[in-house]
């Protein structure tokens, strides 16, 4: 079984930066894809960003590209997303996800696991 812990949500002005964490714990994640997705409230859940645990590969949607940024740190099993310059409309509910399958990564359906969710809010 895998668990997934986010962390590092809050309350930031527009314009401001966040960085959230996600601890994984129960397997090693050598081969794994995992990313992060996000539902804002009367919304569906989006793609935001992913990575590719054996090479390193990395994807974004094109809402956030150049603003966030997904990294890992192998030896801590922890997956990272930066967020810079913050918009109002980058206010949602942000889960991480992984899993083992090789899939496109940007389907919130193909993965496995989830974690519980951060609350992330930007302010006008």
């Known amino acids: 079984q895998v668990q997934l812990v986010e962390s590092g949500g809050g309350l930031v002005q527009a314009g401001g930066s966040l960085r959230l964490s996600c601890a994984a714990s129960?397997?090693?994640?050598?081969?794994?894809?995992m990313g992060w997705f996000r539902q804002a409230p009367g919304k569906e859940r989006e793609f935001v960003a992913a990575?590719?645990?054996?090479?390193?590969?990395?994807y974004y949607a094109d809402g956030v590209k150049g603003r966030f940024t997904i990294s890992r740190d192998n030896a801590k099993n922890t997956m990272y997303l930066q967020m810079n310059s913050l918009k109002p409309e980058d206010t949602a509910v942000y889960y991480c996800?992984?899993?083992?399958?090789?899939?496109?990564?940007?389907?919130?359906?193909?993965?496995?696991?989830w974690g519980q969710g951060t609350q992330v809010t930007v302010s006008s």
């Open positions: 990575l590719s645990w054996s090479d390193g590969r990395t």
């Open positions: 129960g397997r090693t994640f050598s081969n794994y894809g």
């Open positions: 996800a992984a899993t083992a399958r090789v899939v496109p990564l940007i389907v919130g359906r193909d993965y496995d696991y």
